[in-house]
């Protein structure tokens, strides 16, 4: 069975300054993805970035970008020119490749969440 | 807003009750998941439909059952509360059984068991 574990349970970080959110993973497959939510005091689940994990370039979106770390089974978030709006829960989920089209299984599999603080 | 709605946003009901939690996925989208949030077992996957099939389960609990019709609207019941069944319950859909696929959540369902 595959696990997520985010080591972090509180950050925080001064505005416009930058953070590191980890996250590593147990999973004995070798096709998969990788992908961070993160949950604002609204509680919605957003998307901030998906990573796949046959790729070896790191995925990157505007100020977020994660370093994948296939072999240590690790994938961090990090988040450059931290702003107020970005307080919010982070979590770390992992789903892994279907065999087969027919059986695809694409469920998540959470991390227990990060929660990070930007202070002005 | 990511097209998912859920309904109600709020629900509170005593133990030994049931309860419909409903949910429609985005246009077009025809894979629905449902997942649990709670404080003590964080983010847990129950179950995931595709064009009204069942297609996966997670720690779905007996007493928990769902759905999903020819609309594709999904519901969830849940019944004989429990105080534990307690949770924020997300709706999710993606377009189709492509794994990797980004899922869209639904605003979420707060359950109180009293």
């Known amino acids: 069975a595959q696990t997520v574990t985010q080591s972090q349970p509180e950050m925080s970080v001064q505005e416009a300054e930058t953070v590191t959110l980890s996250c590593t993973y147990d999973t004995s497959e070798n096709n998969y993805y990788l992908f961070w939510y993160k949950q604002p005091p609204s509680r919605q689940m957003i998307l901030v970035i998906r990573?796949?994990?046959?790729?070896?370039q790191n995925a990157t979106e505007n100020r977020f970008s994660v370093n994948f770390q296939k072999a240590a089974k690790s994938f961090s978030l990090k988040i450059s020119d931290s702003q107020l709006g970005d307080t919010a829960m982070y979590f770390c989920?992992?789903?892994?490749?279907?065999?087969?089209?027919?059986?695809?299984?694409?469920?998540?599999?959470f991390g227990k969440g990060t929660k990070l603080s930007v202070k002005p | 807003d990511s097209g998912v709605t859920q309904t109600p946003k709020h629900l509170i009901t005593a133990t030994g009750q049931r309860v419909t939690l409903r949910c429609s996925p985005r246009?077009?989208?025809?894979?629905v998941y449902w997942y649990q949030q709670s404080l003590d077992q964080g983010l847990q996957f129950l179950i995931q439909?595709?064009?009204?099939?069942?297609?996966a389960k997670g720690n779905i609990l007996e007493r928990f059952s769902a759905q999903q019709f020819p609309d594709l609207h999904s519901e969830l019941n849940l019944s004989s509360l429990e105080l534990g069944d307690s949770a924020l319950y997300f709706c999710?859909?993606?377009?189709?059984?492509?794994?990797?696929?980004?899922?869209?959540f639904g605003p979420g369902t707060r359950l109180t068991v009293t």
């Open positions: 999710a859909s993606s377009v189709d059984l492509e794994t990797g696929g980004e899922q869209y």
């Open positions: 990573q796949e994990a046959y790729k070896q």
């Open positions: 439909y595709y064009n009204g099939e069942e297609r």
């Open positions: 246009s077009g989208d025809l894979s």
């Open positions: 989920a992992f789903m892994k490749h279907a065999v087969n089209y027919g059986g695809s299984q694409g469920n998540l599999i």
